[in-house]
């Protein structure tokens, strides 16, 4: 079976989602483990993409939330799930407090910003003053409108869930416990995933579990979702659940990442064991479109950008 990893250039890990370039090569390393042929891509542009569907993988992992490319437009559904308010604002949409949707305390971030960037303590605002200087500070950092959302003060959670071949779901529901800050405050923001300051736990209510499960489940279902894909939710103070995030490439560092981790906490399954769990649905269509005649295959080694080597089915 040819496979191909594919990931992109990008220091910030902006575009990232199994990770950094090490995280793409543990997943690499797990699938050649399996017995598997496979390669790292590193696609820059459209091109690259159309290399690939030249080269006729058995099978590819798109290891990124996007590839960057100019002249496409973005795509929204509304599919009923709850999530919290929300507007998008730009500086100086909004002359008062008055004139916004609805009222403090409000959470701002990028809307399109991965790794908790732009998000810390003065992410939350109480009074209009407030509101203006951090709608000003992400604008110019990231130039893209900003998210505005009614403030949940309540818990978060993430839910990892793979979806077998048989159409089963594993799902993989934990607590994340983000570290207290100076101002009081438990909030998930670049500092603290750097750091891997926050904590996961097992969620141990098993009424909250039953409310988170059933939303992240929706969530999945709702949206699509073919293999696998980790959804974030948080609650407010009276325990209603919202849905925050779906991320359909997630981080695979080993020994950090969410969705890993997750799966370790929720069934005890190793990294290696959850890479197999993510491909098989992948690997059954692929194999019913292989011939059921076999080709003898040799290996010869080829070496990515950063010189690291793989293993290439010729």
């Not at 279902?221 to 609650?235: E, P, S, W, Y």
């Not at 194999?287 to 040799?298: E, L, Y």
């Amino acid at each position: 079976m040819q496979i191909e990893l594919i990931t992109t250039p990008n220091e910030t890990l902006k575009e990232s989602g199994f990770g950094t370039r090490a995280a793409c090569n543990s997943v690499l390393n797990a699938i050649q483990e399996m017995g598997h042929y496979a390669r790292l891509c590193v696609c820059r542009t459209k091109q690259d993409l159309d290399d690939v569907v030249k080269r006729k993988p058995d099978l590819v992992i798109l290891a990124v939330k996007y590839v960057p490319v100019t002249d496409e437009d973005d795509i929204w559904a509304n599919k009923g799930i709850a999530t919290a308010n929300y507007f998008i604002a730009t500086p100086d949409q909004y002359k008062n407090e008055s004139e916004l949707p609805f009222s403090f305390p409000l959470f701002l971030k990028p809307l399109d910003a991965a790794n908790g960037n732009g998000i810390d303590d003065l992410s939350y605002v109480t009074d209009f003053a407030y509101y203006e200087n951090k709608i000003n500070s992400l604008y110019e950092t990231f130039n893209q409108p900003i998210l505005v959302e009614e403030y949940l003060d309540g818990r978060e959670f993430t839910v990892a869930i793979i979806k077998t071949r048989d159409e089963n779901l594993i799902v993989s529901a934990v607590e994340v416990v983000p570290p207290t800050s100076t101002n009081g405050l438990r909030i998930l923001g670049a500092q603290a995933k750097k750091d891997d300051s926050e904590e996961l736990i097992k969620i141990v209510d098993k009424d909250v579990k039953c409310k988170v499960i059933t939303l992240a489940t929706d969530a999945f279902n709702a949206l699509g979702v073919r293999d696998f894909g980790r959804i974030d939710i948080k609650t407010n103070n009276k325990g209603d659940c919202f849905f925050m995030e779906a991320n359909l490439v997630p981080g695979m560092t080993r020994g950090s990442s969410y969705f890993p981790e997750a799966c370790e906490i929720a069934h005890k399954f190793n990294y290696n064991k959850v890479i197999e769990l993510l491909i098989t649905g992948g690997l059954a269509r692929a194999t019913s479109n292989v011939s059921s005649q076999t080709v003898p295959a040799k290996t010869v080694p080829d070496q990515n950008p950063d010189g690291s080597l793989v293993t290439l089915l010729q």
